[in-house]
């Protein structure tokens, strides 16, 4: 007689270092994590590898080859996994092994926070403009842009690709050429706040991406990086809309 080689739930919860042994077992016992879209009952026993677990509906990590990767990329790197024109990626600033992509794209001259990740719920997550994932730039301009400038940013700015428009938009600083504002977007497309700044009149100088969704980390630097923790993972996906925010463990 063989050995059942999955852990009971609670176990390969706490293993994941998401939580205590106990406090797992309260979340199942409340009917509030599922398996596989079932609700998980004590006893339950999962492979990691394979079942799907969630809390409140938000996916819980505890598969061990999920890995999700915080990168300041650094200007004059490309955001894919390989480029025809032989220019670096940031896929080589991290392990090799598990294989990982990036989460959205930070176009070649910019730089500041990406995330790489083998978790394909996230990249949806995290991507897809429904669910509504900010990302956070600092951006230095040459110009001096007033209220009227600042306002129609947050209004719309027609695109050859449609309407684009910041969530927020502030300055932040001036000097006699060049401005610093801070912009908030609720979408990524290719070179998006460049050209509307553009069309403004406002050339970008610099843009650095300082945050997505919740995630800000001042201490990287470019071509540096760290492995999300389970717990950042799990606000990604609240961020997103996965699950109500005040039910988190």
């Known amino acids: 007689m063989t050995s059942d080689p999955r852990d009971r ?18 979340l199942i ?9 079932r609700v998980a009952r004590l006893g339950d026993r ?6 799907r677990v969630e809390v409140d509906g938000i996916p819980m990590p505890v598969a061990p080859e999920h890995v999700t990767y915080l990168l300041y990329k650094p200007p004059g790197v490309v955001s894919t996994a390989s480029d025809p024109e032989g220019r670096p990626t940031v896929v ?14 930070l176009d070649y001259e910019s730089e500041g926070l990406l995330l790489l990740t083998n978790d394909g719920d996230l990249v949806n997550a995290v991507t897809h403009p429904r ?9 230095e301009i040459s110009g001096q842009p007033g209220p009227a400038a ?20 502030r300055l932040l600083a001036r000097s006699p050429k060049r401005s610093q504002l801070e912009l908030v977007m609720g979408e990524g497309r290719n070179r998006e706040v460049r050209r509307m700044l553009e069309v403004l009149g406002y050339p970008v100088v610099k843009l650095v991406r300082v945050a997505i969704g919740p995630l800000r980390d001042q201490t990287l630097r470019p071509g540096s990086w760290r492995q999300l923790g389970n717990d950042e993972v799990r606000k990604l996906y609240l961020a997103a809309g996965h699950g109500a925010a005040g039910s988190q463990p």
């Open 29 to 37: 016992a409340a009917g509030r994590v599922t398996v596989n879209g």
């Open 9 to 26: 739930l609670q176990k390969a919860i706490s293993a994941a270092g998401l939580m205590s042994r106990r406090a797992a077992e309260d």
């Open 150 to 169: 600042l306002r129609q940013l947050k209004e719309g700015i027609e695109l050859e690709d449609g309407v684009a428009r910041a969530i927020a938009a």
């Open 131 to 139: 669910f509504g994932v900010t990302k956070t730039y600092l951006v």
């Open 92 to 105: 080589e600033l991290v392990p090799d092994t598990p294989r990982v992509v990036p989460v959205g794209r």
């Open 46 to 51: 999962v492979d990691a590898a394979v079942d």
